[in-house]
């Protein structure tokens, strides 16, 4: 069964002005969902893992994931390799907490890698809410880390890592990054995202 997401949206090339208004990933659910879970089954041990796949597109136009890793409790590191005939699309991974502070969006390095290993489609889930960065025409073609990281920490500047509203700046930040550096951003469960930008 074809992809639920326009081949379009998924070319890289899309303008932005022409994304859609909602991102139906429910084709990936189960898997995101499941990934999720082994995140934070030892929650109540203190230990939680970040996971990760590849997206990949297959000859019948459908999504999936595969080469699943696991990471550490702040990173993992997806395992790129796809065979053909499947199509490299983009990234999923976790972001799992310990301290309550969840969901938790998009990181810089995000941002980073989405831009580096020009992804097409990053997927993103954090406590049943899934995030999505949509590349478009409109995508920076090179992301410097560090500079990228000097705007993130002059964001965060003065914000207490342990208050609601640092979750609240970080959400203004993948806003805001978005926007700058010509992505789409989605927000919401995998049947149906939401654009923010």
């Not at 025409?137 to 000097?150: E, I, Q, R, V």
């Amino acid at each position: 069964m074809p992809s639920r997401v326009f081949l379009k949206v998924l070319s890289g090339h899309c303008p932005i002005d022409e994304l859609l208004d909602q991102l139906d990933l429910s084709e990936l659910a189960d898997d995101m969902e499941r990934l999720w879970s082994k995140s934070v089954e030892r929650l109540d041990e203190g230990l939680v893992m970040e996971h990760a796949a590849t997206i990949v597109m297959r000859t019948n136009g459908a999504l999936k994931l595969v080469n699943e890793v696991v990471g550490s409790s702040l990173h993992v590191m997806p395992d790129f390799t796809v065979a053909a005939p499947n199509v490299f699309v983009g990234t999923f991974h976790t972001h799992p907490r310990t301290d309550g502070l969840l969901p938790m969006p998009f990181s810089y390095t995000d941002f980073v890698s989405a831009i580096q290993l020009r992804e097409r489609l990053s997927v993103l889930y954090s406590d049943q809410l899934v995030f999505a960065l949509v590349r478009t025409a409109m995508t920076a073609d090179h992301a410097d880390p560090f500079t990228m990281g000097n705007e993130w920490r002059a964001f965060l500047h003065g914000v207490n890592e342990r208050s609601e509203l640092f979750l609240d700046t970080i959400w203004d930040f993948n806003k805001w990054f978005a926007e700058k550096y010509g992505f789409g951003l989605y927000m919401g469960i995998p049947d149906m995202l939401t654009r923010e930008v």
